[in-house]
């Protein structure tokens, strides 16, 4: 709690300092928060310093673990979007202060205990973001992806509401504790409560990024802006797809056998619609959009595959190794000077910058899963923990890894190849370079650290 805090007030103190118009001053206020934020949490893992504490949210060791990745991956995509944020030296501030407090929003989505913490959380975690994609005033497709990404959510959100009012008025509590209790205490559910777990299954996929509610997604990756993207495939999705852990495989676990079946429909055309998608495009962020649709349907196996602790350790190892990946290639992204972001202008960049292009060769092969990076040990860990119960729906998601690679590779030919043309790469500021070395680490030995 004292965290979430720490990160409320750096956010507003950010945006205080934003009116000095010293973009360097913003980005070290930011990053001290963040930190500090970081420090708190290591701190409480073991030994709990909370002096201000609050029912709605309980930071267990869990839920601290969980709220330090949020904070990582908002400070690494703060430290490499600053090239872009200290271009405008007028609202350099207000763009890091939206981040911070979207982020405060993710520790409450990944740490409530009722209902209406998690809307709260939600609420703070998805405006920010909708203002954010749409940064790139001069960009018409910003526009259109903040304009798109603020009804589509806004629409979900409503969805969202019918579903615990309805949860609401059949269990007569907003609290997960006692929602878990009400379901494996009775035999018969109430109608209303299976219509709740249903619409609010709907608003999480849509959250997630899931078929058949993907739609927005490869639109309003391409149209944010880079720093942007990495933002919603990082941390937004991290924090929805713990807190969807939390609804459906603790309060929502008795009555698995009504969604279970529904949601191994949508990983199984998550997977391959996200696939054969990406082999299409030619655009970069587009690519990485529909990748991170089949990587829904691969994170979904954790939450179908509830039966013990282990498999939210599973999903976290998971989304943290995608995570890394993200944060590398929407940072490779941002040196793309094209603006169409064409996969295209990647060639030659293995040539020009030798790091990048390593660190960036890194992390598609992360993602598509090969030994013995990071990536591999987070699909290893969610498929043999699945493969219990889902042997065929395991199958089906390695088949589709395999799928997967076609693209990946693909892309790596692209960076290696040469290219006489004159460069269409931007010269990477040092913060780049400081943030890839920390996630070249992070996916080298990442997967022998922490499983």
Known sequence: MDALIILFASGILTMFISLLKKPVLSLITASAGLFIAGSLLVLNFDHPLNFIKYEGLIFDSASVLFSLTIVVFTLLLTLSGYAYFSKEKDHTGDYMALMLFSATGALCMVSFSDLFMFFIGLEILSIPVYVLAGTKKKDLRSTEASIKYFFTGAFATG?????????????????????????????????????????????????????????????????????????????????????????????????????????????????????????????????IAYSSITHVG????AILSFNSLLNVQSLWIYLFSYGFSIVVLLSVSMLIKQEDDSIASLKGLARKYPFIGFVAILALLSMAGIPPLFGFFGKYMVFSRAFGAYPMLVIIAIINSGIG??????????????????????????????VLSICAIALMVGGFVFV
């Open 405 to 434: 690679i076609y693209y990946y590779l693909r892309t790596i030919i692209v960076m290696l190849s040469e290219n006489d043309q004159e460069s269409m790469i931007k010269t990477p500021h040092v913060l780049h370079y400081l």
């Open 298 to 301: 691969y994170a979904l196996l």
């Open 159 to 287: 969805v969202l509401l019918f579903g615990i009012a309805m949860i609401y008025g059949a269990t007569g509590t907003f609290k997960i504790a006692e929602i878990e209790a009400f379901i494996n205490t009775n035999d018969t559910l109430p109608s209303f409560l299976h219509v709740g777990i249903l619409l609010m299954l709907a608003s999480f996929l849509f959250k997630v990024g899931a078929v058949p509610f993907h739609f927005w997604s490869p639109d309003v990756y391409e149209g944010s802006p880079s720093v942007m993207t990495g933002y919603m495939a990082a941390v937004v999705k991290f924090a929805g797809f713990i807190a969807f852990f939390k609804l459906f495989s603790v309060a929502f676990g008795g009555a698995s056998d009504y969604w279970a079946p529904i949601l191994i429909v949508v990983a199984i055309a998550s997977m391959f619609l996200g696939n054969l998608s990406a082999i299409q495009q030619t655009q970069f962020k587009r690519l």
